[in-house]
């Protein structure tokens, strides 16, 4: 069997108290298999990614995120520091549904224009949608630029339980390699720092390139880092807000992937800045 590992960064939001404030992070990103290539039985991707983001004013975010390899038995690709983000995003409301506009270079060497929408109609269901129009680009031991050419679109239907902080997440559509998948995710929330959640997932590409079915499934670990050092009203010192722990059963890195458009954005926070599980506000 085939195992795939990925612990990092995951993603989380913290709303500016004040226009102009700027926070510095830093976090690691770490990736290993057991597939037998490069002459290694175990392979080993570390990277350090430091980030900044600015709020030059409300509810306005510009994220600036780089990679740089530690340790690197993945080939010739990685071994080349590269921005792994720079985006501009804008969030708004219409009544309850919030709006989130991005545009810039996204992960997974993505560039382009994004928007989401999170309607929470109650507080225990909320429906979630995500529209893309990307293009691939790389910048590490060449520059290339694809067209922007590529719609991406997801829908997803979130049920909270408040009693037990219990959350399922069935989410479906069209992911950035073209193919098509529908994902069913539990997640059960501790308090304000962990998030653990299992998930089965079915793509009509996934799994495809070594032969296996397309069904799959994981688990995920979330871990907050409440830490922070501020600087006056404007600075904010700190790690990476979330640490994130996915176990997948498939080493399949192009079936249902998609693109971040915040370096910190996660299962446990949400895709908006005052958005989390349970949909409070």
């Given amino acids: 069997m085939l195992l795939s590992t990925f612990v990092g960064p995951a993603h989380a939001q913290t ?7 700027v926070e510095v992070f830093a976090g690691v990103e770490v990736n290993y298999r057991n597939i037998m290539a490069n002459r290694h039985v175990y392979e080993l991707l570390l990277y350090a990614t430091p980030a900044v983001k600015w709020h030059p004013g409300k509810d ?28 501009l995003s804008k969030e708004l409301s219409l009544g309850p549904v919030l709006f ?7 992960s997974r060497q993505r560039y382009g224009l994004d928007a989401k929408l999170q309607w929470p109609v109650t507080r225990w269901f909320a429906l979630e949608g995500q529209l893309g129009f990307t293009g691939y680009y790389e ?3 060449r520059w290339a630029f694809s067209s922007m050419d590529r719609l991406t679109g997801l829908l997803s239907a979130r049920f909270y339980i408040p009693a037990s902080q219990t959350e399922f997440r069935l989410t479906g559509g069209r992911y950035i390699y073209a193919d098509y998948g529908i994902q069913l995710e539990w997640f059960q929330h501790f ?11 079915y793509g009509n590409r996934y799994g495809s390139f070594i032969g296996y079915s397309a069904f799959g499934g994981g688990a995920k670990i ?14 904010t010192l700190r790690p990476a807000s979330n640490f994130r722990l996915t ?10 992937r998609m693109y971040a458009t915040d370096p910190e954005e996660n299962e446990r926070t949400g895709h908006f800045a005052n958005s989390k599980w349970g949909f409070g506000r």
């Fill in 100 to 106: 989130k506009f991005s545009g810039g270079i996204f």
């Fill in 139 to 141: 910048m590490t031991n």
């Fill in 191 to 201: 308090s304000r720092f962990c998030t653990v959640g299992a998930f089965v997932q």
């Fill in 60 to 87: 306005w975010m510009l994220s600036v995120q780089g990679a740089i390899p530690l340790v690197n038995h993945y080939g010739e690709y990685y071994r080349y520091p590269r921005l792994n983000m720079a985006v």
């Fill in 247 to 256: 176990h997948d059963i498939k080493a399949d890195e192009y079936g249902l």
């Fill in 222 to 235: 979330i871990l907050a880092i409440p830490w922070k050092w501020n600087v006056g009203k404007r600075f």
């Fill in 15 to 21: 709303p500016s108290d004040f226009p102009g404030r």
